[in-house]
């Protein structure tokens, strides 16, 4: 399945770049595939990864924080693999068609 | 913490009157203290309480559909307890004043 | 169609219930179906209706606030009314039904 | 602004990657700059520019499907300009930073 989600602190400092750097680590180093994009991440995993990964990831910003706002989307497809790269594939050979008309 | 979720099929017919119902029957089994709104349904309880009861939703709704949209907003604070009737009551008392004027 | 949103800043205290008693008031003025709940409002109008209620809320609060986060969910369908209600009777139906076996 | 946005009809088939494309064709005569990923497509422009793009993407499935699905975050920060490549720009420094150590 695919998991976009977005994770921030409420009510401290305006500028969230510092806890987006920790967060991103974690990501990275969870071992699965993922897309960060300028609002949110997507990662592909089944549920129990991609739920333990999230959780990892307000763990670490409860350790400094008081009130955390989490935010996930899952698109839960039967039988499907890849997507993170597929949806994207599938969409460029939509512009390209659309480019060479 | 709150959590506020929404789930249903994709590529179903449009009624989902009869997956809510299901939907509604775990939730109201789970134990845990939630309130039915008309777009989503807000559950409060821990992390990991709140996460069985919604995998429990989409394990039910993933029998009988391929693909499954979910999505869950997480208002985490920490020693905040009985917050759903809670927020609630605060905002009754915002609008008692403003009625009282 | 039915809108749930939810608009906060981000970057000021802790506590947003100022801004909630901002909000509800210029929501409750708009003459709008609405319902609190305690994650998000949920009105009832149609689209520019709808939208022109919501940015007028983003506009009060951005008077006080540098940085604003805004979500919103419409579900819209064709040729639906009252459904702000109706789908809470909906519900209460299979509650009832529930409840008397 | 950035305006993060998923939109798509509820009650038909499983594949949505026809109405991916009608909806990919508006965005991208739209002019705003936009960034797509697997799960949403994030655009940056002022409040109006916004919603009236994303209203003709409704408007557009509205024609061939009854009931339509829409989804959008937004992170208003004042005096944010360029925050579509400056977000992602910002993310990949602190990735480069992690690989050079």
């Known amino acids: ?3 976009q989600f977005t994770i921030f602190p409420v009510g401290k400092g305006e500028s969230l770049s510092k806890d987006v750097a920790k967060i991103l680590d974690i990501i ?3 071992g699965l595939t993922y897309k960060f994009s300028p609002m949110a991440t997507t ?3 089944d549920w129990d990864e991609v739920m333990a990964l999230i959780k990892k990831c307000r763990d670490r910003l409860r ?4 009130r955390i706002y989490t ?3 899952i698109d839960d497809r039967k039988r499907a693999r890849n997507r993170l790269s597929g949806k994207v594939e599938a969409v460029e050979k939509v512009l390209k068609r659309k480019l060479s008309k």
């Open 63 to 66: 350790k400094t924080n008081d």
């Open 43 to 45: 990662v592909e995993g």
């Open 71 to 73: 935010s996930i989307v």
């Open 1 to 3: 399945m695919l998991a």
């Open 28 to 30: 990275d180093k969870s």
